[in-house]
């Protein structure tokens, strides 16, 4: 196998990856802590779930990050310009889910 057919990966793969399957278990992990308590009549201040928040923006966060390696840093110079035009609107379409489903839940929570 040649060294074209395997290139070397690009350095900020590893942390991305990580960053996202550690914040996905703690996205998880908080999730289920926060249903236990929820299960157990406990009263759960809003502040916890700034924990299961910033979680889902690291998952988030990796995965525009992974996204853009794959599909920016991969492609072409001819290519290069009109590939970081979609991926901004997609991330930024992302994001601008990410942060109408987080308003509403907060909203939901603080109407009560």
């Known amino acids: 196998m040649s060294n074209a057919d395997n290139p ?3 350095p900020w793969r590893r942390p991305l990856l990580t960053l996202e399957f550690s914040a996905l278990a703690v996205l998880l992990g908080s999730m ?3 249903s236990d308590q929820a ?3 406990v009263a ?3 502040a916890w779930l700034l924990l299961p928040t910033l979680a889902s923006l690291g998952v ?3 995965f525009i990050g992974l996204m853009y390696l794959r599909w920016v840093a991969a ?3 001819e290519n290069r310009s ?4 979609i991926f901004s609107i997609l991330a930024l379409t992302l994001l601008g889910v990410w942060v109408y489903g987080i308003a509403n839940t907060w ?3 603080n109407a009560n």
């Open 75 to 77: 492609s072409n110079a």
């Open 44 to 46: 759960i201040s809003t």
């Open 82 to 85: 009109r590939h970081k035009l």
């Open 32 to 34: 289920l802590w926060l």
């Open 107 to 109: 909203l939901s929570l």
């Open 8 to 10: 070397k990966p690009h």
């Open 39 to 41: 299960k157990q009549g």
């Open 60 to 62: 988030f966060g990796s």
